[in-house]
């Protein structure tokens, strides 16, 4: 029995990295393991720790040792706790930051009433983030930090009552003694999908295979490459049966869960209480009650987003990942981790099989995963015809031949779907007589029309004001708009199209913020006999609609402007994802892709449903550029309010770099963000641990209290 816990404090400090050793008392050494929590002493300050070793010695003077104050009911899984330890390294993070994404949500808060005050977002705080009210950075800094942690103690808070008192007045978040509830009310499940479907002779194969993995007891990692519509989701039905059979638990990767409540709903419905399900709707009672059910083994599945990566579940026999391509599996908070990649070690450290799904794979799993196809769509039906529309030299935002198809549409009273990946009424607004255009005093972006709010808003940092009427400069009233977004492509299209029997959905962030939006435009879309469905990416993701005869996307390049390698699959996969959701069930569909670059590969590839040709060409172009799978990439970003510090920190950080086999590139000015001047260096690396250790050196040395840095492995 061990004397000494070697105790990791939660604290998001940087420089207090431990662990740190602490004596135990004798009473509890019998039942403090790797995992456990204690409430510890740490300077002045008391924190709530994980145990993250034990030891019979410590090098620190007996008189000097200190004591845990208190041991908590709740405790984490010893493998959990070595998960974290690999995400700290493996993303260039602290382990108190990695600890608490595995920790069960308000952990010690039962425990001896040392937790009086927890504070928790509410969904006006979280709608805050993305954008719409005016928070100081400090505010900021603090919901985002909730966002990340779940419920936290108030204490662990680095801000005083009163500034949590005041967002709670501004309803940001809540602040309240712990209390449970049990049961979550389940996704909505909709129309009733019967008994396990016999499978089609692809289906079989794919899950025959995925049950000789499980029955090997090694880990194996498969692609489920499977065109839209092909059944992916009964096949990982399936394998969670096989699974479930072996007394081993599985986890199932979703994107965001309120855009995909259908796969959700299959799995409850196929397996009842043994499923648990984690998302952010769920109230803080009912997500710890979720994860004490995965932990106590009651429930053995587990379905969720990204964080579901970090499922307490022991005898882990199945990870699965839906959508693999979907860039919700990276977290945008510190540590900056890829769920896929962090699926793929776990599976790995359980010697679990991994199956990613996806009819649209990235380069990465097409080239190192085995592969198992679904050919063709289950219900029999055939993918969509896709047409492409050459925009240039095209006045006005829709081609002919898309108004004539929308016309066609509505006369046969038949179901579309229009994307456009951009929200607001139009990009900008600028001055007819001057020239000014209307940027974010904060960003250095311009900003977008929101019509219906009268307002013009940051799409970065959430900063919103009055829309002008008249020029602040030259006092002109001739103020522009430019562009087109979805506001005024939904206000277009109802003026075209709509009458009362002829509905008008718009799906994008500023309807979904609110609770459930998202779930409730789909299923009304779903449900209608007729209309079109417009909004941004949302549209495309997995939803299975019945019987929508026309897709459309408009400005199919959007996405190809931006200065990202993988701009190319995003498009691609945005335009194959759309034509997925169309020609389902009976009847035939057709896709209309409207581009100012009509040859450009990833929409030649997409017109012609050539995954694998795409996917083929990509690799080459990434193996020539040294992007992975052939390079490692990492990203750091240098931000600072003073003008010039972010620039000069990443100069003396770039010269303290050493890595062997890289390529560092930059410090790059990237344009201003949230009031702070960001600079960035890009490293390409042949080796990722070698060049995450370098920069873990390169940053041992402090930038500069102004500077904040940023470093993100596999940056998205
Ligand atoms: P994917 O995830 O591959 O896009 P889904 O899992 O959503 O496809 O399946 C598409 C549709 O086909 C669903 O409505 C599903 O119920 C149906 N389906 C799946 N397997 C079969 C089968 N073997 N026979 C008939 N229909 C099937
Ligand atoms: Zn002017
Ligand atoms: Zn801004």
Redesign the pocket.
Known sequence: MAAIAQVEPLTSARALGGPFDYALPDEWRASVHIGSLLVVPFGRQELLGVVVGLAEHSDIADDRLRAPHSTVADDVPADLVELADWVAREYCSTRARALSLVLPVGAGADSQGLVRLVAELTDGGLQALSGGVRLTPRQRALLEQLAQLGPTRASALAVDHGTLRRLEARGLLELSSRALRRAPEHVAVGAS?GPP????AD?RLAVAAIDEALAARAHQSIL?F???????????LQAAAAALEQDRGVIVLVPEIGLTP??VA?FVERFGETVAVAHSRLSAGERRDEWLRLRSGEARICVGPRSAVFAPIERLGLIVI??EHDSSYKHEGDPRYDARHLAAHRAEQAGAVLVA?S?TPRPESFASLRQLR?AA????GVLPDVEVLDMRNVRGALHERTVHALGELRRSGGKGIVLLNRRGWSNFLSCRSCGKVWGCPECDVALVLHRAEAMIACHHCGHRERAPTCCDVCGSAGVARHGLGTERLEHDLAHALGEEDYPVFRLDADVATLKGRAAEVLQRFDRAAAGVLIGTQMVAK?H?F?GVALGVVLDADATLRFPDFRSEERTFALIAQLA?RTG??RGEGRVLVQTMAPTARAIEHAARHDSEGFLRGELVRRRALGYPPFGELIRIVCSAERAGLALRAAQSLRERLVIERAQVLGPAPLFRLRGRERAQILIKAGDRTAAVAAVGAALAVPVGREVAVSVDVDPQ
């Open positions: 999908h479907a016999a499978l089609n289906q489920l499977g065109v839209t519509g092909s059944g992916k989701t009964e096949v990982y259908q796969t299959r839906d959508e799904g009819a679904l769509r289950a219900d029999g997995g299975d019945d997925g389902r069930g």
